[in-house]
């Protein structure tokens, strides 16, 4: 099992950082100076890597977020420890995992981007709870769906991650993410 989480850790450290495409099991047992055959006794291809790495995240995103709802109270700083969550894979100058797979869908196979799916599925669902609720509680909004909302948010904090990145900042800013939880009355602006 810990030879399994090194091949995987290394091995999103790689899709960060070299992208998905030019990812191959060589390239791995190179970098963690093994024998090929030593990563293929754990993955038969790069394609299993990737959907165990995204099965790992998954998991990982499902506790995380059930936590978050429980923790904190109101929406506001609900989608603000969402994004928090969202930094902790930020890595100065790299894209998130999320973003790097997001740069080559078209190149996915169906297994990768069935998984993927999931992975967005379960961010855009959790965030539309978020939303619906809150909107419930002030008495707002009844007549729009919140999934566009939450896609929208989603999408922001997805370009924030790449310019931050781009600008190589060493921490994640969030920037655009914070300002449309303003626009849309989720937290309170600066008086």
Known sequence: ???RSILLDESERLIRTKGFVPFSLAELSKELSIPENRVTEYFVNKDGVCVELLDRTIARFERELDEIYTEYGDAGSRLIAYACLRSEEFVRGLPSLSAALIAVTASLSDAIRQCFDRFLALQLNWIKTVLEGHF???GGHAEVSMRPIAHLLLVTLEVDDLLDGAENR??????????LLTILGIVKGKA
């Open 136 to 138: 419930a509680s002030c």
């Open 1 to 3: 099992m810990y030879m």
């Open 170 to 179: 060493s921490e994640p800013s969030a920037a655009s993410y914070s300002v």
